[in-house]
């Protein structure tokens, strides 16, 4: 670990934090999409009835629900690797990985017209953004 009060234990404590904060809400979210597929699906379906996606709610699903697990379980880990061994590596693919999941949740509320939703993702993605970049730093 290396002293806080510097630039690379400022750095440190960033990667530490950016990566577990993703990796909270990744896992919770994509947990919470495995635990109640059911009625994450019925939302979805009816969210999507009068797009052009209406017809793939089900493998859209399952796509964005992989997405998320992976994300979240690689920030994690990598949150881990980034305290015990200083080494941010799978914790910037987490990263990369939740700027996916990101872009196709946007893609998803944009389609639906859900402008609102759409929008309230732009923070979690720009906080990703800065996450890649942090995270690239060695």
């Known amino acids: 670990m290396p002293q806080l009060h510097s630039p690379a234990g400022a750095l440190w404590v960033l990667q530490a934090l950016v990566s577990a904060f993703l990796a909270i809400l990744f896992l919770q979210s994509g947990i919470d999409k495995v635990v109640d597929r059911k ?21 859209m699903l399952t796509v964005i629900t992989i997405l998320e697990v992976a994300a979240g379980i690689l920030s994690g880990v990598g949150s881990a690797l980034v305290v015990l061994t200083n080494n941010s590596t799978v914790a910037f693919y987490g990263a990369l990985l939740a700027g996916v999941a990101l872009t196709a949740l946007f893609f998803g509320q944009r389609i639906a017209k859900d402008y609102p939703g759409a929008a309230a993702l732009v923070p979690y993605f720009l906080l990703v953004l800065a996450g890649i970049h942090i995270l690239s730093r060695a």
Do not use: E, Q, R, Y
């Open 39 to 59: 009625g994450n699906l019925a939302w979805l379906t009816g969210h999507f009835a009068k797009s052009p996606l209406a017809s793939s709610v089900a493998p």
